[in-house]
């Protein structure tokens, strides 16, 4: 059974926009989360990460919010550029396990 | 730093022979992770050493599945005898006591 899951395989947003990607996990233990971006052909590239003493961590346009009550964590991206086309995947920090990752295509 | 280096980038081969997958992590870490990407499940864990002793071989498929890190520059993913369905791109990846990884470019393996 997954312990990172990411529920939605793909998401289309028009440049500009804000783009929302989601993460839940199962383990309340786990206290560490980090976000990656993967292009065709190429490995995946660490974004941003979260320590669950916060409940916010902002990087320029890429911010990510933990929802510990509820384990659950999402990435914003604001604004969304077509350069951000890509797979999300979320991970947590104590095993480095993946979610199955999310296509994000952002429209000019 | 060159970065995690995997050779080979593309292996094909016959079903039935044995694929070696071989990854050189940075310099200075002493985490090394295996990955497997398919589309149905995403990123796998196979495995991961720290300061090269496996420390969790849960997600290795199945017997056939074999990783081993004779020392801290290298490490190898066997698979023997290949089938079908270990088509997939492997990932090799490394980090520092266990912060972010740092992914080699992958193997594209495809059995025939």
């Known amino acids: 059974d997954q312990q990172v899951k990411q529920n939605s395989p793909s998401l289309s947003v028009q440049e500009g926009r804000i783009s929302i990607l989601n993460c839940d996990y199962t383990?309340?233990?786990?206290?560490?989360f980090l976000w990656y971006k993967k292009y065709p052909a190429e490995g995946p590239t660490f974004l941003i990460s979260i320590s669950s003493i916060k409940d916010k961590n902002e990087d320029g346009r890429f911010t990510v919010f933990l929802n510990k009550s509820a384990k659950h964590l999402s990435l914003h991206i604001v604004p969304s550029q077509p350069g951000d086309s890509a797979v999300y995947f979320c991970?947590?920090?104590?095993?480095?396990?993946f979610g199955a990752g999310t296509r994000l295509t952002v429209k000019p | 730093d060159a970065g995690v280096i995997q050779s080979p980038r593309h292996e094909v081969t016959e079903m039935g022979q044995e694929v070696t997958l071989r990854c050189k992590p940075i310099s200075g870490h002493n985490s090394l992770f295996w990955y497997r990407q398919t589309m149905m499940r995403g990123l796998e864990l196979l495995i991961y050493f720290n300061n090269n002793v496996p420390i969790d071989d849960s997600g290795m498929p199945e017997d056939r599945f074999s990783a081993k890190m004779p020392n801290a520059s290298f490490s190898t993913l066997k698979i023997q005898p290949s089938e079908p369905r270990d088509s997939a791109v492997y990932f090799c990846?490394?980090?520092?006591?266990?912060?972010?990884?740092?992914f080699g470019s992958g193997t594209q393996l495809s059995v025939l």
């Open positions: 383990n309340s233990m786990f206290d560490y």
């Open positions: 991970a947590d920090g104590d095993d480095m396990r």
């Open positions: 990846a490394s980090s520092l006591s266990r912060e972010k990884l740092f």
